[in-house]
């Protein structure tokens, strides 16, 4: 009737190939080796916290301002420093009183983004009890 569909050859099978191909390898290894050069230095920021990105422009500053951080698993410090909850009060009334610059006294609180709200206007409530009303809430800039 007809041609045969679906027709094989036997016996002409091609043999696996037994190298393994390590260029994808390196070129892998060597775009993680870039990558973690440039981002290497960028890690020394002290507390550890993922921030939330915005489109603000930085502040320009002479005084270094006050920073309480808030990381991951709720833990308070201040400029690097952990503080307990019960001695939070203390230390703010303590920043307080000490001697303001004549532009005021700036508080930059950086609380990491999957940390629970409350905690955080916790935190901004001591600040405000104690007189620091100036606080900044520090965020990342927008990747382009």
Do not use: C, H, W
């Not at 390898?25 to 981002?39: C, N, Q």
């Not at 001697?99 to 935190?123: N, T």
């Amino acid at each position: 009737m007809g041609a045969q569909v679906g027709t094989r050859r036997r016996g002409k099978r091609r043999a696996p190939v037994a190298d393994i191909n390590v260029t994808p390898l390196v070129d892998v290894m060597l775009v993680l080796l870039i990558i973690f050069m440039v981002t290497a230095p960028l890690l020394v920021s002290g507390v550890p916290v993922d921030l939330p990105q915005n489109r603000a422009a930085p502040l320009d500053q002479q005084v270094q301002p006050v920073q309480v951080s808030l990381d991951a698993q709720g833990a308070i410090y201040i400029d690097d420093q952990p503080i307990s909850e019960a001695a939070l009060p203390q230390r703010l009334a303590a920043i307080a009183a000490e001697p303001a610059p004549p532009e005021g006294r700036r508080i930059y609180l950086r609380a990491d983004r999957s940390l629970d709200y409350g905690k955080v206007m916790g935190v901004m409530g001591e600040l405000n009890r104690a007189g620091l009303n100036r606080v900044a809430l520090v965020s990342v800039g927008e990747s382009r």
